[in-house]
């Protein structure tokens, strides 16, 4: 395994545009749990019967109760080595983020140039969408559920994308533009949620070398040209 974190860190100084996506995996050594697989149970719901406009629409508030319960997990989480190890090669010129996480602890690592692929969970917007631009909130907890649009007193939303939810637009160009690069690395995501697990094919389509850092297989794993089956804040430890 060795040989394949030298192989990883001889590409990434030899590489000019690097991209790389990294999914909840990044962030289980810091303590915020996974969506699927083995301790990945929110709370025993699904993901898919949490995260959508029609969960919300029916129940608000148990849709807010499980996001500030996520939100107090997260709060005392600190970033680990795989975040700063992404944060010290954002510092190189050509460098892309497109994290699917919401937790904010890639930004708090220090990197630059983060795509919020899925938005931010710090993040709250008007349910009625008003017009009222987003606003940051760090509470946890909140002080009433479900918090409220300061401008029109409806409901808020976490600012953050659920299934059958579009990218946004701005972000979905950048992260579509970063696929066009020579390395490109997807960390510690399952790489079953689209649009985002389609980014890796086509950056291979565009010629980027492609690598894998997981503990355990995906259906990316058969496409990329290497595998670094491993944690990743193992793989990534002293790595900048
Ligand atoms: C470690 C580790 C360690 C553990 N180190 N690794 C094409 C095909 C099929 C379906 C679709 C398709 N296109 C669209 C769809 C529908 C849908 C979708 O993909 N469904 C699939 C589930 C089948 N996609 C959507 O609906 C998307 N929107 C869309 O397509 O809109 C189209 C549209 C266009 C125009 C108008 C209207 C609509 C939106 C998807 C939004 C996903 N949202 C969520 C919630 C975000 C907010 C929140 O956090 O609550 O995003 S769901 C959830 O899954 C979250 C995550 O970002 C996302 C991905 O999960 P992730 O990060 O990969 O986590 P896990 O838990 O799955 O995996 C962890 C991995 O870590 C595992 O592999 C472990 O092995 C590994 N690991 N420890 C490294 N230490
Ligand atoms: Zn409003």
Same mark, same amino acid.
């Given at each position: 395994m060795d040989d394949a974190i030298d192989r990883l860190h001889r590409l990434i100084d030899a590489s000019t545009r690097i991209t790389v996506v990294t999914g909840a995996g990044v962030s289980a050594a810091s303590g915020v749990p996974t969506?699927? +697989?083995? +301790? +990945?149970l929110w709370r025993s719901f699904r993901a898919e019967d949490l995260a959508t406009p029609a969960a919300f629409r029916r129940d608000p508030r148990l849709v807010w109760e499980w996001y500030d319960w996520r939100r107090g997990i997260i709060a005392a989480c600190e970033p680990n080595a795989a975040h700063r190890a992404i944060a010290a090669w954002?510092?190189? !010129?050509g460098f892309t983020l497109i994290t699917? @996480? $919401?937790?904010g602890l890639h930004e708090r690592a220090? %990197?630059? @140039? $983060?795509?919020?692929y899925h938005g931010s969970i710090w993040h709250l917007r008007c349910a009625t969408d008003c017009g009222q631009p987003e606003w940051e909130d760090r509470r946890a !907890?909140? !002080?009433?559920?479900p918090p409220l649009c300061p401008s029109c007193g409806g409901p808020a939303r976490p600012s953050v994308v659920w299934f059958g939810e579009p990218i946004e637009r701005a972000v979905a160009a950048a992260a579509d533009a970063a696929s066009d690069c020579d390395l490109f690395l997807s960390i510690g %995501?399952?790489? #079953? #949620?689209?649009p985002a697990a389609g980014l890796l094919a086509q950056a291979r389509r565009r010629g980027a070398t492609t690598v894998e850092i997981n503990p355990d297989a995906t259906p990316s794993t058969s496409s990329v040209?290497? $595998?670094?089956?491993? !944690?990743a804040e193992e793989a990534l430890r002293g790595s900048s």
């Open positions: 969506f699927r +697989g083995a +301790g +990945g954002s510092r190189r !010129p699917q @996480n $919401v937790d220090g %990197t630059s @140039n $983060v795509l919020r !907890p909140l !002080p009433a559920l %995501t399952s790489s #079953v #949620v689209y040209d290497f $595998v670094i089956r491993m !944690p």
